[in-house]
């Protein structure tokens, strides 16, 4: 006789953010879990999402939607100088926690949220929904089939057209910037190589341009990365390009595979791979990888089930990231203080 079918997830909403349509309300109803709250800096906003989502209620607070005790799951898609805190202050409510990347502004505070994720014993994990994709799989299949061979080289492009000039990913003190925005999105993807890679790789050089009337506000950022085992890599983002990119392509020794949108393989599902034998394409399906990480993450909380994405792995990507700022003599980006 087969078990009860696991309980739903009741999930509360940190704000009113644009991607939360995409990113979690989509995939829960698809998976049938519970939008229990949602809570905005005005109310209004909280109360105008909920009716036109089903959110089954509205909290007036970031803390009182924590302090809910029928919320057991926590996203955070808000600012990326205001996910460390919240981010903190969720854990330490004792809730799951899954948050739009990157986990903090900083690694100083990245570490700060590795270690109340220890403490509190709950499931955090960073949404690079990318990764549990069939997309970026087959990308990591190739490598370990060795139809490409040895890896030589990765590049990575994750670019789009510019943002509002109020926008808050152009700001500084909410740790906005092209690297946190989209380059965090390549530099994770080179990172999950490592396997193929001799480990993991490390920035040797990059170069930015400041946005205009944003000192210290990279609006585009190239990092070049070195593997252990000898491969090379680039990660390239642009905040203010004239079109949407988000390419990743892997070169070996026999042969190379490019996925033309590995960020939003929903939008485009092709992985081209070329070898000695020829060209061909592969589509891998149009599913959204959004509903592939929720199904994951809820499958973590229920089940146990082992993740590829946890705090420690939020980490490693902000000391990559304040690296290649550093490189590019440009400020890792300050916390934010609630």
């Not at 500084?172 to 190589?193: I, K, Q, S, T």
């Not at 890679?197 to 050089?205: D, E, K, N, S, T």
């Not at 000898?230 to 004239?242: D, I, K, L, Q, S």
Request: a negative charge; one cysteine or more; hydrophobic letters at 45%.
């Amino acid at each position: 006789m087969s078990g009860s079918a696991p309980q739903p997830l009741r999930i509360g909403i940190l704000g009113a953010a644009r991607i939360t349509e995409r990113a979690l309300v989509a995939p829960a109803r698809s998976c049938g879990h519970r939008l229990v709250a949602v809570a905005a800096r005005e109310r209004s906003r909280a109360e105008d999402f909920a009716a036109a989502h089903g959110v089954e209620r509205t909290h007036g607070s970031y803390a009182e939607l924590l302090a809910d005790p029928d919320v057991e799951v926590v996203y955070n898609p808000l600012a990326n100088g205001l996910h460390g805190p919240w981010n903190l202050a969720a854990l330490a409510a004792g809730k799951h926690v899954l948050t739009e990347k990157p986990s903090a502004s900083n690694a100083a505070e990245a570490r700060e949220v590795r270690e109340a994720a220890m403490q509190s014993g709950t499931v955090f994990m960073e949404a690079f929904h990318y990764l549990f994709h069939p997309v970026t799989r087959r990308l990591h299949e190739l490598l370990s089939s060795g139809e490409l061979g040895e890896l030589r080289h990765a590049e990575a492009l994750v670019a789009i057209p510019a943002p509002e000039d109020g926008d808050p990913r152009w700001s500084l003190p909410l740790a906005g910037g092209a690297l946190m925005d989209l380059g965090c999105y390549g530099l994770h993807a080179l990172r999950m190589l490592a396997p193929w890679a001799g480990g993991a790789p490390r920035p040797v050089a990059a170069r930015a341009g400041e946005r205009a009337g944003a000192p210290g506000v990279d609006e585009w950022l190239d990092a070049d990365l070195a593997f252990p085992g000898g491969a090379t890599g680039t990660a390239r983002c642009h905040m203010a390009y004239g079109q949407l990119e988000m390419s990743l392509r892997i070169v070996g020794s026999r042969g190379e595979a490019t996925a033309p949108n590995f960020v939003l393989p929903q939008l485009d599902d092709r992985v081209v791979v070329r070898t000695a034998d020829g060209e061909r394409t592969e589509h891998l399906g149009t599913r959204s990888s959004y509903l592939h990480q929720l199904e994951a993450f809820a499958e973590r909380v229920r089940g146990g089930t082992s993740l590829p994405l946890g705090a420690d792995d939020a980490l490693e990507t902000m000391r990559v990231i304040d690296a290649c700022y550093a490189a590019a003599g440009l400020p890792p980006r300050p916390r934010t203080a609630l």
